[in-house]
């Protein structure tokens, strides 16, 4: 069984202001699909040990990875389900609110939905170096904000992402460069809330 | 302000086609610009531990500094002198051979000039992440060595001086090259600065 590049929902140009058609073209198409060439090519040594597992199940399970080839899974294997995710949640009809009971889960969790805005967008700024700010569902089925660095999936800390902000420099430097505060702000105009309420409602 | 951001010893399009002008100057006037800044930023509250003393000295004697500070000076202060090193290696009229007691030293640890060179090109390409491969002399020992480091980790804190360095943060090369990082390291050694890391090299060994 191999791993493949999921299918982009929207054209390369769909996500533009926020991100341009460019660094969204590279972004998948070189990045998202080395990740996913190479966790295939890690995984040849050791085939009876992926098979029939998703990618979600490999990385919540790091320490069952077979040694030669750890460090290797969790490093494209990540890369591989954290663009998996960032697609996913990215819509160029997104923007706006969250509703139903993950609108509720925030308010609860975070007093408001401009204040889960902000730590997140702090979240994701003060990152150093290569890495993402996720909004996740942990073990007691509450809501959490985490960094993490390079491509360290959360699920390998027994947290679900449903909504992943990319910070690596590959994400924004065409158009921003080093103002990645600008993208992590433009960002939230193309949050797709229906796909993120929809990995919300399966999680918990 | 404690430290000073150094003049850059050449225009922003002197490093064309290997490094491009715009590249070179958002690195410099904002990246470096800005570990420069918070970094004078913490030093101002810290007078005890940064005055009189270099930057590298700083991140030589890391384990002195309070550890309230510790993990921003490894990374602001490692940022500014990592980019203080990395301009001053790069020049218009690098590229070629090292030569002198540095070419014999390369010799000795790796056999050819060849094989170091390729082995710090694997060693920078293999970064996961933001970081550095390194040419460096080990303080005690005087041998050469090739390694890397996460970040902005200097190699001065685990008692190594740095002669090459090559950044493999993707603002170092993405303007030009995005992902495809081995072509900017093969590049860079176009612009090595040899006259520059034969005569850090030869201060090392007086250390
Ligand atoms: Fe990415
Ligand atoms: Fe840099």
Redesign the interface.
Known sequence: MKFELPKLLYDYNALEPSIDALTVEIHYDRHHRGYANKLNEALEKHPEFAEGKTIEAILSDVNSIPEDIRQAVINTGGGYANHNLYWAILSPNGGGLPKGELLAAITKTFGSFPEFKTELTKKANSVFGSGWAFLVVNKNKALEIVASANQNSPLSDGKTPILGIDVWEHAYYLNYQNKRPDYVTAIWNIINWDEVERLYNETV | MIYELPKLPYAYDALEPYIDAKTVE?HYT??HQ?YLHNLNNIAKDYPEVFLDKKITQVLTDIDNVPEKIRQQVI?QGGGYANHNLYWLILSPNGGGKPDGKLVEAIKQRFETYENCKRELEAAAVSV????YGWLVVDKNTKQLDIITT???DSPYSINKIPLIVIDV???AY??NY??RRPEYVAKIFNVINWDEIEANYEKALLY
């Open positions: 958002i904002k990246h800005s990374n996961f992440g933001s970081g996460k970040n902005q943060w993707e603002h993405y303007l995005q992902n």
